[in-house]
C-alpha cells in the first residue's frame, strides 16, 4: 500500500499552530483561496459583468456538488449552511398543533433551537430520544422507532457532532418512512467522509462542503424528495420567488457573496488530487493512533463509540478538567500551546475531539500530547 505524505503545503495554515479541529470550521486549500481571489478581482473589476455572469456560473458549480454527492441535481440546491439547509426543512414540512419534532441527545445544539422555534411556531412539542455513545446501529434504530408515534418530523445527524458518532442513516429512513414519518438528516460532517451521503431517500438531507471537502466556508448542500421539492422555498425571499425548479429558486438570494460557491468544486479537485479514498482511511489510523498517544499521555482512554467516523476521535479528559469557563481553556491552549483543539461532553463525561486531514502529520498528536498533561495539571 502506498502511504501518502502529509501535505501542509497545499494549505496557507500558520505552520506554527497545531491544527486539531478541522470539524469545525474546516480550513480552505490555497488553490480555492487562489480562485477565489481570481474570482474576487473580475467581481470587483465589473460588478455589472460579474453579476450578469453569476445565475450561469453557479449552475455549473452546483452540477459539479451535485455530482460530487451522487444524487439528482433536480433535487439539489445550494445554502449557505446546514443551519439554513435544516430551518429550510422545518420551514417545508407541515408541523400540525399537538405534533412531536424528534431529536436526539446528540442533535446539534444550534438545530434543537430551530426545532424549538418551529415546535413553539407551530404548537407542537420537541421530543428527545437518549441514545447511549456504546449503542449499535439496531438498538439506535430502535430506541428511535419506538418514539416517532405522533411525529410529524424525525431529525437525526449522520455524523453527530458533540460524539462523533456515524448513526445509520439507512435503517432510521426505513423505520421513519414505514411509520409515515418524514425524516431530515442533518449530514453537515458528511460530505467527504460517507460516499453517497445522500443516498438513503431522506426527505431532506443537509450537509457542509465546508467542513471536511475543505471548501469555501458558507457553502452546502440541501438534497429535497421529489414529492417536497416544488413546497421547498429559499429562506431569503427574491427574485426567484416564482422560479419553477427548486434548485435555481435558491441560487439568486439578492446581493450576496456568490464566490465561496462558484469556487467549491475547486477543493473537490483538490480532495481528488490528494487521493481522498485512498488517503481517507490513511487518516483514520493517523487520528487513531494521535487518540491513543494522547489518552495515554492524560492518564485517560479513547471514548468507545460504536462507528465512529473517518477522521475523528474523542479523547477522555480527566475529570478534574474543568470546562465551565467556556473558550477560556481552549484560548489558554491556543496561546501557551498553539494547538487548536476542541471540547465536547456527552451526559457527565468530557472529550478532546479530535481530528485528523491530509496537512496533519504523526508529529502534530505527538507535541499535542507533550504539552497538554502539563496545561491540564
Ligand atoms: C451535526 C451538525 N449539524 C449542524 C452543524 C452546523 O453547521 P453550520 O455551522 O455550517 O450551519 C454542525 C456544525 O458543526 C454540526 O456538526
Known amino acids: 500500500?502506498?502511504?501518502?505524505?502529509?501535505?501542509?503545503?497545499?494549505?496557507?495554515?500558520?505552520?506554527?499552530?497545531?491544527?486539531?479541529?478541522?470539524?469545525?470550521?474546516?480550513?480552505?486549500?490555497?488553490?480555492?483561496?487562489?480562485?477565489?481571489?481570481?474570482?474576487?478581482?473580475?467581481m470587483d473589476a465589473n460588478p455589472m459583468v460579474w453579476f450578469r455572469t453569476v445565475a450561469d456560473r453557479?449552475?455549473?458549480?452546483?452540477?459539479?456538488l451535485a455530482a460530487y454527492l451522487e444524487t439528482d441535481p433536480a433535487g439539489f440546491a445550494l445554502v449557505p449552511?446546514?443551519?439554513?439547509?435544516?430551518?429550510?426543512?422545518?420551514?417545508?414540512?407541515?408541523?400540525?398543533?399537538?405534533?412531536?419534532?424528534?431529536?436526539?441527545?446528540?442533535?446539534?445544539?444550534?438545530?434543537?433551537?430551530?426545532?424549538e422555534r418551529f415546535a413553539k411556531a407551530n404548537q407542537a412539542e420537541v421530543v428527545i430520544v437518549g441514545i447511549p455513545l456504546e449503542a449499535d446501529d439496531e438498538t439506535v434504530v430502535s430506541l428511535i422507532a419506538e418514539r416517532l408515534d405522533g411525529a410529524s418530523v424525525l431529525i437525526v445527524d449522520q455524523i453527530t457532532s458533540g460524539t462523533a458518532k456515524v448513526l445509520p442513516i439507512d435503517g432510521l429512513v426505513k423505520a421513519a418512512h414505514e411509520r409515515g414519518v418524514p425524516i431530515v438528516v442533518d449530514g453537515a460532517h458528511a460530505p467527504a467522509l460517507i460516499d453517497a451521503p445522500a443516498a438513503a431517500g431522506a426527505d431532506f438531507w443537509t450537509?457542509?462542503?465546508?467542513?471536511?471537502?475543505?471548501?469555501?466556508?458558507?457553502?452546502?448542500?440541501?438534497?429535497?424528495?421529489?414529492?417536497?421539492?416544488?413546497?421547498?422555498?429559499?429562506?431569503?425571499?427574491?427574485?426567484s420567488e416564482y422560479e419553477e425548479r427548486m434548485p435555481e429558486r435558491f441560487d439568486m438570494q439578492g446581493t450576496y457573496d456568490y464566490i465561496p460557491w462558484i469556487a467549491a468544486p475547486e477543493s473537490l479537485r483538490v480532495l481528488a488530487a490528494l487521493d481522498w479514498p485512498t488517503r481517507r482511511p490513511q487518516l483514520t489510523a493517523l487520528v487513531e493512533e494521535g487518540a491513543r498517544i494522547l489518552?495515554?499521555?492524560?492518564?485517560?482512554?479513547?471514548?468507545?463509540?460504536?462507528?465512529?467516523?473517518?477522521?475523528?476521535?474523542?479523547?477522555?479528559?480527566?475529570?478534574?478538567?474543568?470546562?465551565?469557563?467556556?473558550?477560556?481553556?481552549?484560548?489558554?491552549?491556543?496561546?501557551?500551546?498553539?494547538?487548536?483543539?476542541?471540547?465536547?461532553g456527552f451526559e457527565e463525561r468530557k472529550f478532546i475531539r479530535l481530528?485528523?486531514?491530509?496537512?496533519?502529520?504523526?508529529?502534530?498528536?505527538?507535541?499535542?500530547?507533550?504539552?497538554?498533561?502539563?496545561?491540564l495539571a
Open 1 to 42: 500500500m502506498t502511504v501518502l505524505s502529509s501535505r501542509p503545503d497545499l494549505w496557507t495554515l500558520d505552520p506554527d499552530v497545531l491544527h486539531l479541529n478541522h470539524g469545525s470550521y474546516g480550513a480552505v486549500p490555497r488553490r480555492t483561496q487562489e480562485v477565489m481571489a481570481g474570482l474576487r478581482a473580475e
Open 58 to 64: 453557479l449552475t455549473t458549480s452546483r452540477l459539479e
Open 81 to 115: 449552511n446546514a443551519s439554513a439547509g435544516v430551518t429550510v426543512a422545518l420551514a417545508t414540512l407541515p408541523i400540525p398543533a399537538g405534533s412531536r419534532i424528534v431529536l436526539t441527545d446528540h442533535t446539534y445544539g444550534a438545530v434543537r433551537y430551530a426545532a
Open 207 to 239: 450537509g457542509n462542503f465546508h467542513k471536511w471537502p475543505a471548501a469555501p466556508r458558507a457553502t452546502a448542500g440541501l438534497v429535497v424528495a421529489e414529492q417536497w421539492r416544488s413546497a421547498t422555498m429559499p429562506l431569503i425571499v427574491s427574485w
Open 295 to 344: 489518552a495515554k499521555s492524560l492518564g485517560t482512554g479513547v471514548a468507545e463509540v460504536v462507528h465512529p467516523p473517518a477522521t475523528m476521535r474523542l479523547v477522555e479528559l480527566p475529570s478534574s478538567v474543568d470546562l465551565s469557563g467556556g473558550d477560556a481553556l481552549k484560548m489558554r491552549i491556543s496561546r501557551e500551546l498553539k494547538a487548536e483543539i476542541t471540547f465536547t
Open 355 to 375: 481530528s485528523a486531514h491530509a496537512y496533519n502529520s504523526p508529529a502534530d498528536y505527538q507535541k499535542l500530547s507533550e504539552g497538554l498533561p502539563k496545561l
